[in-house]
């Protein structure tokens, strides 16, 4: 059963300008420790700016499936959103979140990106 679908499209230089004004702070405003490492990683800007873009994103598509908005415990660090080794995002939680959000839900999360824009969306499903 459909417990709720969240969307968000956002264009890329909107995360650039941030990131430019805030650097580090606006980095652990966004992503989780995780996040960060496989971020380290990218030597090229423009990946790293998609890579903000995307689960920037991932992240608000997530909450507005869930309904909740973002609150208390509920923030984008303790969201995580890692590729499988086939390429596929997916969403994992934190343990603070999981403790705070109903149970048995599976999470379904797409990212696309286009030049300018990247575009998430988010089916939640309760089991």
Same mark, same amino acid.
């Given at each position: 059963?459909?417990?709720? !679908?969240?969307?968000?499209?956002?264009?890329?230089?909107?995360?650039?300008?941030?990131?430019?004004?805030?650097?580090?702070? #606006?980095?652990?405003?966004? *992503?989780?420790?995780? =996040?960060?490492?496989?971020?380290? @990683?990218?030597?090229? !800007?423009?990946?790293?700016?998609?890579?903000?873009?995307?689960? #920037?994103?991932?992240?608000?598509? #997530?909450?507005?499936? *869930?309904?909740?908005?973002?609150?208390?415990?509920?923030?984008?660090?303790?969201?995580?959103? !890692?590729?499988?080794?086939?390429? @596929?995002?997916?969403?994992?939680?934190?343990?603070?979140?999981? =403790?705070?959000?109903?149970?048995?839900?599976? #999470?379904? *999360?797409? *990212?696309?990106? =286009? @030049?300018?824009?990247?575009?998430?969306?988010?089916?939640?499903?309760?089991?």
């Amino acid at each position: 059963m459909i417990y709720g !679908i969240g969307v968000d499209i956002l264009k890329i230089e909107r995360i650039v300008n941030l990131y430019d004004k805030f650097q580090s702070k #606006f980095i652990t405003k966004i *992503l989780s420790d995780s =996040e960060y490492v496989i971020f380290k @990683k990218f030597n090229n !800007i423009e990946k790293q700016n998609s890579y903000l873009a995307k689960r #920037f994103a991932a992240k608000e598509a #997530f909450v507005k499936a *869930l309904g909740t908005g973002f609150r208390d415990k509920l923030t984008m660090p303790n969201i995580s959103v !890692i590729n499988n080794s086939y390429g @596929k995002p997916e969403i994992f939680l934190s343990k603070e979140v999981s =403790e705070i959000i109903p149970q048995n839900l599976c #999470f379904f *999360l797409s *990212l696309s990106d =286009e @030049k300018e824009y990247v575009v998430a969306y988010v089916v939640i499903e309760r089991n």
